[in-house]
């Protein structure tokens, strides 16, 4: 089944120091691969998204993401964290099923960012 | 430019009352999603509209959700005979176009309660 795995519900860093948001995903072809992130009492907002070409996206806010696909992974990272990034961190992946295009969404990363 | 945007953004209901939740989607874009997410949970994929294509509705929960999109614009999500497990917060999102490349835009959503 094609799918895409969040495998930590929470991360908590310290302001100024690298974070890393996991996500693996599980999909026959080619992947598509997206993060979005959810503000509180907000919609989602795209972040950023492989496609193809370079396995380093780089994408809003100072993101960026590596894609690796010997370990099917697609996490995103920051060098330096901060308060503000402190949200909900989806991972997707768009994949065909039916003959329609779908979006599936990982179950969310919290990631709290403390001074 | 403008966003996505959903009505309302809040709506309380009493249990087997229909509700009707709207969606404007971004000028132009041609497919327009909805999804569900409830309390601590990811998004839950309920229906796909891309052109004139038929819809798929592959994860409406029930045969009391349905939608239509008038006008290859404004869409409406109608739940029948609400339950209490439909409370959620509905989020209607758009793209470009339907292919596999194109990011969604998110609305704000509509936080449903049903009493």
């Known amino acids: 089944a094609q799918s895409v795995a969040q495998p930590e519900d929470q991360v908590n860093v310290a302001e100024g120091n690298p974070l890393t948001v996991k996500c693996t995903y599980s999909v026959s072809g080619n992947p598509y691969l997206f993060w979005y992130v959810q503000y509180p009492n907000r919609g989602l907002q795209f972040l950023l998204k492989?496609?193809?070409?370079?396995?380093l996206v780089k994408g809003s806010y100072g993101f960026e993401a590596e894609f690796n696909k010997s370990q099917t992974s697609f996490h995103l990272k920051k060098p330096s964290a901060l308060v503000s990034d402190s949200a909900l961190y989806f991972c997707?992946?768009?994949?065909?099923?039916?003959?329609?295009?779908?979006?599936?969404f990982g179950a969310g990363t919290r990631l709290a960012v403390h001074p | 430019g403008a966003g996505v945007s959903q009505s309302p953004s809040n709506k309380v209901t009493e249990k087997g009352k229909d509700v009707e939740l709207r969606c404007d989607p971004i000028s132009g874009h041609t497919a327009l999603y909805w999804y569900r997410q409830s309390l601590g949970q990811g998004l839950e994929f309920l229906i796909y509209?891309?052109?004139?294509?038929?819809?798929?509705k592959s994860g409406l929960p029930s045969d009391r959700f349905s939608a239509e999109r008038t006008g290859g614009s404004v869409s409406t999500l109608t739940i029948q005979r609400t339950q209490q497990e439909d409370s959620a917060v509905y989020l209607c999102?758009?793209?470009?176009?339907?292919?596999?490349?194109?990011?969604?835009?998110f609305g704000p959503g509509t936080r449903l309660t049903v009493t």
């Open positions: 997707a992946v768009r994949v065909v099923s039916g003959g329609y295009n779908k979006l599936i």
């Open positions: 999102a758009s793209s470009l176009g339907g292919g596999r490349t194109y990011e969604q835009y």
């Open positions: 492989y496609i193809t070409g370079d396995n």
């Open positions: 509209f891309q052109g004139n294509s038929a819809p798929d």
